[in-house]
């Protein structure tokens, strides 16, 4: 994990007070309804299909998004590389398996995970050539048919915040070909050109 000490760290600092500043709803991860919209777009997702044998939330944080999956699935996996943000998502789930590593090696068997999901534009905060190892491993873990269902960053003309690093960005036609790439293809969008974070559902294809 070296590559992600700083983002450990920086990470770990936020834990304990994350759900109180998301609670806020001037807070930057609830511009534009960000978390309701996630949310809801995954509980319409997963309402097309049954239970299912195991999900993880990977980028997990406090365990918010893990919610609508939750109800699910058999086993939920939670991985974080911030042991803070796992100690605060073990309070919400204390059955669920627990994975502290980066979202760039999953340490789980192939084929396992019917679904996957990742909350809070993660594959736009990884450092700039990370985002095709972690793309690799969510297309290993998943079973084939899983699902991922993920956001990332769209548009920055919206935002009126600094950013404190710099960010991957993609247009909606480009995630769909980066996916396509990585052996997904897309089920759904939620969000369009102007929205600062979009919403997709992919299929393992
Ligand atoms: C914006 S927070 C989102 C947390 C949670 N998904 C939510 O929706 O509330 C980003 C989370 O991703 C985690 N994270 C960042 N980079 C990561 C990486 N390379 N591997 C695993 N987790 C990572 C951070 O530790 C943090 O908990």
Known sequence: MNNFESFRVRWNSRAENWDSEISKPDHYANFEAGYEKFLK????????????????????????????????????????????????????????????????????????????????VVISHLPPGEQGNFLTEVKRILKPDGMFIFDFLNNLKTADFHLSSEKTVYTIQEITEVLRGFGFEVMMVDGDENSRVVRVAAWKS
């Open 41 to 120: 777009f995954e509980e319409d997702i997963l309402s097309e299909f049954g239970e299912a044998e195991a999900g993880i939330d990977l980028g997990c944080g406090t365990a918010v998004a893990a919610g609508p999956m939750a109800e699910k699935v058999n086993n939920l996996f939670l991985l974080d590389l911030a042991e803070s943000m796992l100690a605060e998502a073990i309070k919400k789930y204390p059955g669920a398996i627990f994975l502290h590593s980066s979202v760039t090696a999953i340490p789980v068997e192939k084929e396992t995970m019917d679904y996957a999901v990742s909350r809070g």
